[in-house]
């Protein structure tokens, strides 16, 4: 049997295990995933997050490639066992794990690098925890028509990808975003290959305040059901009203999700507009587990 020593963690209560594997030696099967993640029978989480070298995996080879200082790769699985490309919450609790633990060193100002399979992610500690770069954006797979348990009639939807898909959709009311049922996956009309990301928005009240656009969110993860929060669905989320808007609406935004508040801003690049996510991260407890 194999036992890991984890670390529970959460952003805005988007929650995961992680463990620490430098050399790569400890590769967990689907099934096993599957295991740690479950809320009655293992330890629980939206995902699982295995913190290893990336000259210890294949996929940190691109990372490396990209930029030599991408140490670590965050190699992140959602919580039915699929890998999956990124994860905007994943990736400051990711960047903590490893300022905890003393596997990484960073100073107020300066940039921790971290590998992913959506690409290297530019990470710095800032007053709300820590802002990820999480690079360029694009309008990607449509306007599929999405239908959810508890919303009267089919909604159009905005395909986002932000290193993995996202379909927005714009509801009329608080009242119509807290009444939805998320308890299965919503229905995609024509479907998107590899599944997608669901985020339900509303406005903020007021939509715009001192300058910074305002949103209400709910999301359904491809692999992980409703979640409290979801980092890349609220960039999606804040990219989709601002799209919306017009060419008039903020770059700054704040996003509210059931377990709380993230930030998001759209900034010009050399290479094309990039979108960063800032927001807490924590650890809250620690532990040892022998796998079935």
Request: overall charge negative.
């Amino acid at each position: 049997m194999t036992s890991i020593n984890f670390v529970k963690g959460h952003g805005t209560g988007n929650d995961f295990v992680l463990f620490a594997d430098p050399d790569g030696t400890t590769e967990l099967t689907p099934q096993e995933i599957v295991w740690l993640c479950d809320r009655n029978f293992g330890v629980g989480a939206d995902g699982l997050i295995r913190v290893v070298r990336s000259e210890n995996i294949i996929d940190g080879a691109q990372s490396l490639a990209e930029d030599e200082a991408a140490e670590w790769f965050m190699d992140y699985w959602n919580s039915d066992g699929s890998p999956s490309e990124m994860c905007g919450n994943g990736v400051r609790v990711f960047a903590h794990f490893l300022l905890t633990e003393g596997l990484a060193h960073n100073e107020p100002g300066e940039t921790l690098v971290v590998g992913t399979r959506a690409g290297v992610k530019d990470v710095q500690r800032n007053r709300n925890g820590y802002q990820v770069d999480m690079g360029r954006w694009k309008l990607d797979g449509g306007e599929p028509l999405v239908r959810a348990r508890d919303l009267d009639v089919a909604r159009p939807g905005l395909g986002i990808n932000v290193g993995n898909p996202h379909v927005v959709v714009a509801l009329s009311s608080v009242e119509e975003l807290e009444r939805l049922d998320l308890s299965s996956a919503p229905q995609l009309t024509p479907e998107v290959p590899h599944g997608a990301n669901v985020e339900f928005v509303v406005p903020g009240d007021p939509p715009v305040a001192d300058g910074v656009g305002q949103v209400r969110m709910r999301v359904h993860e491809r692999g992980s059901g409703e979640t409290l929060s979801c980092g890349t669905g609220a960039v999606a989320a804040a990219l989709a009203v601002r799209h919306w808007a017009g060419k008039n609406a903020p770059h700054h935004w704040r996003v509210d999700v059931p377990g709380g508040r993230v930030a998001v801003r759209m900034f010009p690049t050399e290479e094309g507009e990039h979108v960063a996510l800032s927001g807490p991260a924590e650890l809250v407890f620690r532990g040892t587990v022998t796998l079935p």
